[in-house]
């Protein structure tokens, strides 16, 4: 191959000045596959083996072994982003179909192929906001229960623009009306909320948080997921312009707040969505044929113009979503979204009876998960249930937060007679 | 159609070889979930837990059995080519080879842990994310590194964004102009964009370099920071590295490394010894984890001791006794919800442990091997030289898109088309190291057929692919984007 190329040795190829190249190691040793096997499995071998009762934003449900066998088949796995349709029909199908599975879920005509997560897809909807909105505004509300990781990064998303991110109060877990009616006024561009909340709340009165964010033209943003929107009420109907969340309830075992940004919108909006969408075309024979589609939307082609950075996106981990969905079909999930309501609450009740606790802690609807009052140090509490085997959230001394997604009966049994040992 | 057939044996051998592509159309298509059965569920108050106002009224999706989606999802994946299909030199997104061994890994369960965990109890996770941070140091000559960045222009973003702290922090806030190449990736000018920053573009100079007079003009008290690829994306070194640091830095700006096309320096140079002061790594790229059709990737950013204050919240640390994690002092906060993609980041470190000192550096002498070998044997023009991973070829008179197309018909992934724009026509190709001379030489092949095609046949391919060309222009004017809108048509 030299004598073809005509250089005399591979170092030759490379024209990189005196000065910089590196002449050091980096001190890492080759290992055998066998040996980075088990070196890695040595080194997790060290978590502990806790039945886990958490969420909080990442929600952990048992995936059927053919999500993985599927996705895992290495056409999927190894393909990049569908530059080439006519080589990757079943790609974009699957991504299609995916953004066809959000459409039902939420009723907005328009969803995309996937954002990182739902903390940088609820950063894209403000910026979507600002660019949409007729007049100026500077203001985007949200909750005072969100996620530090979400609000967050919904400030890096909007340090770019003149938009500043605000709470609103909650109460009882969820919207508080009165107030944030007095809060919002014309200069706010969005409002954000959650059904359910990070505590696991049903909000009760998402159709006048709507009607309030409408009513001074501002973007209702609407954070959930596909489990509970297979349940909760339909988005559209409660006049949300947008849909974030993490997708990856469904398809994604739980991977350590790995995810997939849910974005869905009206069809309106559609040349300002950030991020790829898969649509229908025709081939040079008239056949249906899928392609990626609007994409002088996008970096690649637009530039600083382009209306969001992303370019590698969750496009496998949507794959395996629409897997989960399909296996569960519309039964299934419904089945499943109910289940989260019933052993929820089942389990709050369950420790509500126990002395030293009570749950849950505000009075509304919960859906698989909700947060509990205890009477000693909750952070010691955990500390003793981990010890059993369980972990739970710390909320603050006298909070914990317990969810069901993840956990068999069995284990909820087990729980229940843990945390009685360590409560009182 | 007028492809200059080579000698007998080996089309033979090469036919052979593209028929195992399995590509050839059969006039079928795998009808939609939604085609194969839609059922509705409706929900009644009598059998829910919720009363009907919180609730939705009905549900309409495909119902079907598990050996149905098995053969659904087994079929679409055979219209789909991949790296285990055959080589795939999409210039500028090093598609190389993703070990199987790192799919076991990651699929460990001892690893699937929630992120609200107590880091007393995830000790492994955190050891291996912190080796990796300390992998990723090493290699790109970086003090320290974030993992939480989920793709490359995430880590772009960090990068801005600690740039913009930095500059804050030594009251010079009012630096609000990035310098970015006209050849860089389109993710560099949208993301300074993001971070509210105005794009000064800079162009190239004859020798498809930065051009240090440009860029002397470009520089002032105003710089937040210059954006760089190195080698660049024609694949050629900025052999004035070191001159272009000391300028951005005497205006007080900062450097950043596009990690884009490290796989070219791996164990040979390093950014950080180049005098960039902050880097990302495309770890699905130079860490040989799988693409996914588009994603997951991550995109750790690496940053020089005096940037690493303001690093996004949390890195992990090693304590007195095991690790922990930690919010540095002066933090951006997050740009992802928790820490990234764990599922990309594990199969990374396990690729960097495999490989070692050793294979890192083979890695880059591979694929610069690789890379001139077959420019060498294609017909195209190569303008610009000396490259390194990958190369811009141009297609001269014809058009670099249907070279592409055409390009498929012979059971190989074309290269990039069209960008970067200094070269007309262009056909971006980046091998990697992992083939085999056998299979450059095939490729290489399919380069040569396709330069010898004539315009009709350009135009009219592909014609070996589960679908013929597609129409675009249709796809954005009336646009499609679920099988609700099928039904409405």
């Known amino acids: ?424 | 159609m007028s492809d200059n057939a080579s000698n007998g044996e080996k089309s033979r051998v090469e036919d052979a070889y593209y028929d195992q592509a399995r590509y050839v159309r059969n006039g079928h298509y795998e009808p939609l979930l939604s085609e194969k059965d839609q059922t509705q569920v409706t929900i009644h108050d009598d059998d829910s837990p919720l009363p009907g106002h919180l609730t939705r009224d009905t549900l309409e999706l495909p119902g079907l059995s598990e050996p149905e989606l098995a053969r659904h999802y087994t079929r679409l994946s055979q219209m789909i080519y991949g790296i285990d299909t055959g080589p795939y030199p999409l210039g500028s997104c090093t598609m190389k080879y993703n070990p199987k061994f790192t799919e076991d890994v990651a699929a460990l369960e001892s690893g699937a842990v929630h992120p609200g965990r107590s880091p007393e109890t995830i000790q492994g996770t955190l050891e291996l994310l912190y080796r990796l941070q300390g992998y990723l140091a090493q290699i790109g000559g970086m003090d320290a590194v974030t993992l939480q960045p989920p793709a490359g222009a995430a880590g772009e973003f960090v990068g801005i964004r600690v740039a913009n702290a930095y500059h804050e922090h030594n009251d010079e806030g009012h630096r609000d102009e990035v310098i970015i190449p006209e050849s860089a990736h389109g993710t560099n000018f949208a993301t300074a964009a993001l971070g509210g920053y105005n794009v000064v573009s800079l162009p190239s100079n004859d020798e498809g370099r930065v051009d240090l007079e440009a860029l002397e003009a470009a520089l002032s008290e105003q710089t937040a920071a210059l954006m760089l690829t190195n080698p660049n994306t024609l694949g050629l070194f900025e052999r004035d590295i070191t001159e272009i640091a000391e300028m951005v830095h005497d205006v007080g700006g900062l450097l950043y490394y596009d990690g884009a096309n490290l796989n070219a320096l791996l164990g040979r140079a390093r950014p950080g010894d180049m005098g960039f002061d902050v880097m990302h790594y495309n770890v699905h790229k130079t860490f040989a984890t799988p693409h996914g059709g588009g994603g997951p990737g991550a995109g750790p950013v690496g940053v020089v001791d005096e940037l690493a204050p303001f690093l996004p919240a949390p890195r992990v640390r090693e304590a007195e006794d095991g690790y922990e994690l930690f919010d540095p002092e002066q933090t951006i906060g997050h740009v992802h919800g928790y820490q990234g993609n764990w599922l990309v980041l594990i199969k990374a470190f396990a690729y960097i442990a495999r490989l070692g000192d050793e294979g890192l550096l083979d890695a880059s002498a591979k694929a610069v091997l690789n890379a001139n070998y077959l420019a060498s044997q294609i017909d195209y023009d190569v303008p610009y030289g000396p490259f390194h991973h990958e190369f811009v070829a141009s297609a001269g008179e014809q058009d670099a898109a249907d070279v592409a197309k055409r390009m498929l018909d012979f059971g190989v992934h074309p290269p990039t088309t069209k960008w970067p724009e200094i070269v007309s026509e262009a056909l971006m190709t980046e091998p990697t190291e992992v083939e085999s001379k056998e299979t450059l030489d095939l490729l290489a092949s399919a380069f040569r057929r396709a330069s010898a095609s004539d315009a009709e046949t350009l135009e009219t391919a592909p014609n070996r692919t589960a679908a013929g060309r597609i129409d675009q222009t249709s796809a954005a004017r009336n646009p499609r984007l679920s099988w609700h809108a099928l039904e409405d048509e």
């Open chain 1, 1 to 424: 191959m030299l004598e073809a190329i005509g250089a005399d040795s591979v170092d030759d190829l490379f024209d990189i000045p005196e000065g910089v190249w590196f002449d050091d190691e980096f001190g890492i040793p080759a290992r055998s596959e066998r040996e980075t096997r088990a070196l890695i499995r040595k080194t997790l071998e060290k978590n502990d083996t806790l039945v886990e009762l958490l969420g909080r934003g990442h929600y952990g449900y048992y995936v059927p072994s053919l999500v993985d066998h599927l996705a895992d088949r290495s056409e999927y796995l190894t393909s990049y982003t569908q530059y080439q349709p006519e080589t990757s029909q079943g790609f974009l199908q699957a991504l299609f179909e995916y953004q066809s599975l959000l459409v039902e879920l939420t009723g907005l005509e328009i969803a995309n192929c996937s954002m990182y997560d739902a903390a940088t897809a609820l950063g894209e909807a403000a910026t979507l906001a600002e660019r949409v909105r007729e007049t100026s505004g500077h203001r985007v509300l949200v909750p005072d229960t969100i996620l530090e990781g979400r609000r967050s990064t919904l400030e890096n998303y909007v340090s770019g623009t003149d938009l500043e991110v605000e709470t609103y109060p909650t109460w009882e877990g969820t919207v508080d009306l009165v107030d944030l009616e007095r809060q919002i006024d014309e200069d706010v561009v969005m409002l954000y909320a959650e059904n359910p909340t990070v505590s696991g709340a049903i909000e009760p009165n998402l159709s006048e948080v709507g009607s309030l964010a409408s009513s001074s033209d501002a973007l209702f943003v609407l954070g959930s997921d596909p489990i509970a929107l297979s349940l909760l009420q339909r988005p559209v109907d409660v006049g949300a312009d947008v849909v974030v969340g993490d997708a990856s309830v469904l398809g994604l075992p739980t991977s350590y707040g790995m995810g997939l940004g849910l974005f869905a919108t009206r069809e309106s909006y559609l040349r300002q969505v950030p991020g790829r969408l898969v649509g229908v075309s025709e081939d040079d024979q008239d056949r249906r044929a899928f392609t990626l589609t609007l994409q002088t939307r996008e970096q690649h082609i637009r530039r600083e113009r382009a209306t969001s950075n992303i370019c590698t996106n969750q496009a496998w981990v949507a794959l395996r979503t629409a897997m989960h969905a399909a296996m569960l079909g519309p039964d299934g999930l419904v089945d499943l979204a109910k289940r989260d309501v019933v052993r929820a609450e089942s389990l709050a009740e369950r420790l509500d009876e126990l002395d030293g606790i009570t749950a849950p802690v505000d009075d509304r609807r919960h859906f698989r998960e909700f947060v509990a009052q205890v009477e000693d140090s909750a952070r010691a509490i955990a500390r003793a249930l981990e010890e059993r085997g369980y972990a739970v959230h710390v909320l603050d001394d006298d909070h914990i937060q317990c969810c069901i997604s993840g956990v068999t009966e069995a284990e909820i049994d087990g729980f229940v007679a843990a945390i009685g040992e360590v409560a009182r």
